[in-house]
């Protein structure tokens, strides 16, 4: 039998596996624990049933609740993964969807679209997308010629074009009418009006794009090579960046679409698994999505139970909550002990 303690590399393996399981363990005890409080606590044995098929009175209150909490726990996750696969693409830790014009583009075209054309879950779906991948090559195209020499220019720009985005955001909702009043709570990440058509996006765009990035990660290494090593190796790295790029806005922009802001989740998630797993591709994204899921659920939980019946939107807590998480990776980052 080969001795485990004497590969190296299968003593990393199973130690990254184990983080995982646990990531992912403790993901499903949060979630579940979410179900059951609320302004209206639902019991275990309550919970049971209605997985069970069994109908009580709480069945509405666990309908709309799973709902929630599905669509929180998934949007989460994956702007975590797809922040990941966007730092991987520019090499930089610092890039995240708030702070490279991914998130304020996007919710700004929604606010557009249902100003000029009407609201439709299926086209706040295709601009979030859009959105997000605008804003991203708008900052990306700005920036990449001098992305080298100073990787911090690309947040820079990134800042200037959320601010600007969010700044024409407020203008069209202050001389809206009545009916975009809910845009506000949109624009702070609420998962207040979560419906189950919304739910219904979420899990079939999260169905498509995260298989999508698993498959992705087993040749992701190759973006970490610089222009000149993976064309001598006969690497495909621009169509490797294209797919990668698609699949992030498609991660990215489908969360934003369905929630909204989501704050400082997307540079907290990657950068805290990359302690802990360390920058290998598969790994990565799958604690990237773990974390993420994570914060915003707990977000989610205290900002519906701390001032019940009132709610605080989830966005807010999330930002509260990384806040002092990111701060911490920016002294690590500069500091120069983020690997």
């Known amino acids: 039998m080969l001795n485990m303690t004497s590969n190296p590399t299968i003593k990393i393996n199973y130690q990254m596996q184990t983080k995982q399981l646990f990531g992912a363990a403790?993901?499903?005890?949060?979630?579940?624990?979410?179900?059951?409080?609320?302004?209206?606590?639902?019991?275990?044995?309550?919970?049971?049933?209605?997985?069970?098929?069994?109908?009580?009175?709480?069945?509405?209150?666990?309908?709309?609740?799973?709902?929630?909490?599905?669509?929180?726990?998934?949007?989460?996750?994956?702007?975590?993964?797809?922040?990941?696969?966007?730092?991987?693409?520019?090499?930089?830790?610092?890039?995240?969807?708030?702070?490279?014009?991914?998130?304020?583009?996007?919710?700004?075209?929604?606010?557009?679209?249902?100003?000029?054309?009407?609201?439709?879950?299926?086209?706040?779906?295709?601009?979030?997308?859009?959105?997000?991948?605008?804003?991203?090559?708008?900052?990306?195209?700005?920036?990449?010629?001098?992305?080298?020499?100073?990787?911090?220019?690309?947040?820079?720009?990134?800042?200037?074009?959320?601010?600007?985005?969010?700044?024409?955001?407020?203008?069209?909702?202050?001389?809206?009418?009545?009916?975009l009043d809910e845009f506000l709570y949109f624009l702070s990440g609420s998962l207040y009006a979560t419906t189950f058509q919304t739910t219904k996006l979420v899990i079939i765009m999260a169905l498509i794009a995260i298989p999508s990035a698993l498959i992705l990660s087993k040749h992701f290494s190759v973006l970490y090579l610089d222009d000149q090593t993976s064309q001598s190796i006969g690497a495909p790295l621009r169509r490797l960046q294209f797919i990668s790029f698609s699949i992030a806005s498609l991660l990215i922009g489908s969360s934003i679409c369905a929630i909204g802001n989501m704050g400082f989740i997307g540079i907290v998630a990657p950068n805290i698994s990359r302690m802990f797993v360390g920058n290998r591709p598969t790994s990565l994204f799958i604690l990237s999505f773990i974390i993420g899921a994570f914060i915003y659920l707990t977000a989610d939980l205290i900002g519906r139970t701390i001032i019940t019946p009132a709610e605080i939107p989830a966005g807010i807590t999330a930002n509260i909550i990384a806040a002092p998480l990111f701060l911490f990776i920016l002294y690590r980052y500069f500091r120069g002990r983020h690997e």
């Open 26 to 179: 403790t993901l499903i005890i949060l979630f579940i624990t979410s179900l059951v409080i609320g302004t209206e606590s639902i019991t275990f044995q309550q919970l049971l049933s209605y997985i069970t098929g069994h109908h009580t009175t709480s069945d509405f209150i666990l309908q709309l609740r799973i709902h929630r909490e599905a669509t929180a726990l998934l949007c989460g996750g994956m702007v975590g993964l797809g922040s990941a696969i966007l730092q991987g693409i520019t090499r930089n830790d610092m890039v995240a969807p708030d702070l490279t014009g991914m998130t304020s583009i996007a919710c700004l075209m929604v606010v557009i679209g249902a100003y000029t054309i009407g609201k439709s879950p299926a086209l706040t779906l295709i601009l979030g997308v859009l959105g997000s991948a605008i804003g991203f090559l708008i900052c990306y195209l700005l920036t990449c010629k001098r992305q080298d020499k100073n990787k911090l220019m690309l947040v820079l720009i990134g800042i200037s074009i959320s601010f600007a985005a969010n700044a024409v955001t407020q203008l069209i909702l202050l001389h809206a009418n009545n009916e």
